[in-house]
């Protein structure tokens, strides 16, 4: 007989104090979509299809209205489909305060989405978006939170069997004493376990079925970071 698959359940959601992180899913091709909130701060990380839903489910319209800053970890459609609607909806209910969306050097879909966006919109926009390009080095703080990204090993496969790297990128949240490593997509890297080890949570992908995989980490490989941290969660398994 088979081993019995493992489907993560979702939304996940780790707290200490005011530090909370809810994960409303991660399914590769489908979607992934994050919330992270202190009592001063909410921060979107990865807003896939779907996230709008998921927030206007989970947080009231005023709560919405406070999100600052959005985080994207690369450009695959499954990590930044849902961006149109929610920047659409920011507008609908007069968000007055810009939002800043950060994102990886390189990374064509964001400013491709933005730049779409506002050939429709740019009239009738109720707030500034600020487009931050990030590379592995900038830390930055945003509302007592210290945002430390880092280059992670996301590639795409080639219909000639190479492979392309994909501008990507992993972020650690630290706040009042405690971290949150989160790797967005990507092969094991030296970055990922390096910055999971001793986090209070990593959050970290097992999309490779096989070993051999070079986009994806297995379960075990993943795991093997994981308990580096003092928690963690796999994320971003197929279903
Ligand atoms: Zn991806």
């Given at each position: 007989m088979s081993k019995k698959k493992y489907i993560p359940k979702y939304p996940m959601i780790w707290q200490k104090d005011d530090f909370y992180i809810e994960i409303f899913c991660s399914i590769p091709n489908i979607a992934t979509g994050i919330l992270l909130t202190t009592d001063k701060a909410k921060f979107i990380i990865d807003?896939?299809?779907g996230i709008l839903r998921d927030l206007n489910k989970n947080i009231s319209k005023e709560e919405m209205l406070d999100i600052s800053d959005v985080f994207i970890s690369h450009g695959h459609h499954d990590h930044v489909g849902g961006v149109w609607s929610l920047l659409t909806y920011l507008s609908v209910v007069q968000r007055k305060n810009p939002l800043n969306i950060f994102f990886p050097k390189g990374c064509r879909e964001i400013k491709s989405i933005h730049n779409a966006f506002l050939e429709v919109y740019s009239n009738e926009l109720s707030y500034k978006i600020n487009l931050i390009e990030i590379d592995k080095r900038k830390r930055l703080q945003r509302k007592s939170i210290v945002i430390h990204p880092f280059k992670v090993n996301h590639r795409e496969l080639n219909d000639d069997g190479t492979s392309s790297y994909v501008p990507s990128l992993g972020f650690k949240f630290t706040y009042n004493g405690k971290s949150i490593c989160y790797g967005g997509d990507?092969?094991?890297?030296e970055s990922l376990v390096k910055m999971s080890k001793?986090?209070?949570l990593a959050i970290i992908e097992?999309?490779?079925?096989?070993?051999?995989?070079?986009t994806h980490m297995t379960m075990e490989r993943a795991a093997k970071i994981g308990q580096t941290a003092e928690e963690y969660f796999l994320v971003h398994i197929p279903e």
């Open positions: 807003p896939g299809d990507t092969a094991y890297c001793g986090a209070d097992a999309g490779a079925l096989e070993e051999d995989d070079e």
